[in-house]
Structures are given as structure tokens and as C-alpha cells.
């Protein structure tokens, strides 16, 4: 059974940190690009980070949050990580990770068809 379990949630200050982890199972995670997305109340999912698989791990962001979160991943213990610096309010959503088999992974949360449950995420001002 192919499962992402998102953890590392929280309630955090403006100006603070947090890492996020994508724990994965039932699949060759290796094989797999990983990609952060979030959700606001109200508003559709959107594009945070991609990493590409293997251990190219090529990465990319979204301009809203380039620059204060890095992407990773940890290919032995089979999870991928969201290193969150310089938190907004602007950035409180629920955020997935998500999983597919592809060379450059795509920012489109419609190309995905593996997703963890999502982990809250509440930056106060």
C-alpha cells in the first residue's frame, strides 16, 4: 500500500521556522519526484517545491517562497523534507507532499496522484 505521511505541523511566530517531513512507504521512493504543495482556506492548492528523484535532486520553488524554504530528501529513510525559514502569516495552509515517476516534476497539483493526508501549518503576526 503506497502511503505519505506528512508531519512536523504547527503553530509558529512570524520570522520563525519549521521542518516539515513527507514519510513514505509501499514504493520505491528513489524512484520518485517529491513536490510540496499547500492550501489556504478558501483558495486552490498551489505549487511550493519539487525535487527531482534519485540523487540528482534538482530542486524548484515557487517565487513566493524561494529564498526562506528548502526542499530535501533522504532517500535511505525513504521521507522528503520542507525546511521553512522566515515564516509569514501569509504562508498558514495545510501542506502536502505528493509523489510521482517523472524526469522533471511538474508544479501542477493535477499531475499528481500520490498525496499525503497534509500537516497544518499556522504562522501568527
Known amino acids: 500500500q503506497v502511503q505519505l505521511v506528512e508531519s512536523g505541523g504547527g503553530l509558529v511566530q512570524a520570522g520563525g521556522s519549521l521542518r516539515l517531513s513527507c514519510a513514505a512507504s509501499?514504493?520505491?521512493?528513489?524512484?520518485?519526484?517529491m513536490a510540496w504543495f499547500r492550501q489556504a482556506p478558501g483558495k486552490e492548492r498551489e505549487f511550493v517545491a519539487t525535487?527531482?528523484?534519485?540523487?540528482?535532486?534538482?530542486?524548484a520553488y515557487a517565487d513566493y517562497v524561494k529564498g526562506r524554504f528548502t526542499i530535501s530528501r533522504d532517500n535511505a529513510k525513504n521521507t522528503a523534507y520542507l525546511q521553512m525559514d522566515g515564516l509569514k502569516p501569509e504562508d498558514t495552509a495545510v501542506y502536502y507532499c505528493?509523489?510521482?515517476?517523472?524526469?522533471?516534476?511538474?508544479?501542477?497539483?493535477?499531475?499528481?496522484?500520490?498525496w499525503g493526508q497534509g500537516t497544518q501549518v499556522t504562522v501568527s503576526s
Open positions: 509501499g514504493l520505491n521512493f528513489g524512484n520518485y519526484a
Open positions: 525535487i527531482t528523484r534519485f540523487t540528482r535532486r534538482g530542486t
Open positions: 505528493a509523489a510521482r515517476i517523472v524526469l522533471i516534476p511538474p508544479t501542477s497539483p493535477t499531475e499528481y496522484s500520490i
